[in-house]
């Protein structure tokens, strides 16, 4: 039975949009060309870093990173990227009585985010682990986070190759969120059928869960 629900970020629970396009004015390339070579990338399976390698050769993003936050314009999440379907289902999974984890790549600014709102949330599993999706230590981290078994976890994330796949390798519940560029780029893969409980909105959730408690019981 699930007693642990864990999310990710990017495009689960935070709209990237408004970064991407931060992003788009900082380089001084038309929006539009990022998103098209945001695309391409994740069509080819490459890693979203080597979208600024396409378009900066030599690009350091780090360095990138401390010349945005000296110039007050900062790569991080706040309260607007926040996806509107987020509150009521967090709120949902806490008044059944679940755990509620985080876990993702997630750059800054997202732990003051969810104190910010006072979200229900019990535990964050930080990147500054050093570890990063879809190594099996990430999920083994997310289990030994949950103080659960396996199967009593479930991991939500929009992305087939970095959450469904590795989060049924490592024995969770899988559950697919369709949205976001890699959302509906991966759904499609033969590999999405790996997914536990798949999903359109986080309003689905809790239900979902209710039943799939129900069919566990039967």
């Keep these: 039975m699930v007693k642990t629900v864990v999310f990710d970020v990017g495009e689960t629970l935070v709209n990237e949009s408004r970064r991407w396009r931060l992003w788009s004015e900082w380089l001084m ?3 539009h060309v990022l998103f098209a070579v945001l695309g391409a990338t994740i069509e ?4 979203h870093r080597r979208v600024f390698e396409l378009l900066h050769p030599g690009f350091d993003l780090e360095t990138a990173r401390e010349e945005r936050r000296n110039a007050a314009v ?7 990227d926040l996806y509107a379907d987020v509150p009521a289902c967090l709120h949902a999974l806490h ?3 679940l755990r509620i984890g985080i876990a993702g790549n997630q750059p800054a600014g997202l732990e003051r985010i969810l104190k910010d709102l006072d979200l229900p949330v019990d535990f964050v599993a930080s990147k500054r682990s050093n570890l990063e999706k879809p190594s ?25 190759d970095h959450d469904v796949v590795p989060a049924r390798a490592a024995g969770m519940i899988a559950v697919f969120l369709r949205r976001g560029p890699w959302g509906f780029l991966q759904a499609r893969r033969p590999e999405a ?12 959730l809790p239900g979902a869960l209710d039943e799939l408690a129900r069919s566990q019981r039967d």
């Design 29 to 31: 390339v038309p929006d």
């Design 44 to 47: 080819r399976g490459e890693h």
């Design 74 to 80: 900062p790569d991080e999440f706040d309260a607007s």
């Design 95 to 97: 008044q059944r009585g």
């Design 136 to 160: 099996p230590r990430f999920f083994q981290k997310i289990v030994d986070s949950s103080k659960g078994v396996p199967n009593s976890v479930a991991y939500v994330g929009d992305r087939i």
């Design 193 to 204: 059928a790996q997914a536990h409980l798949r999903l359109e909105s986080l309003r689905e």
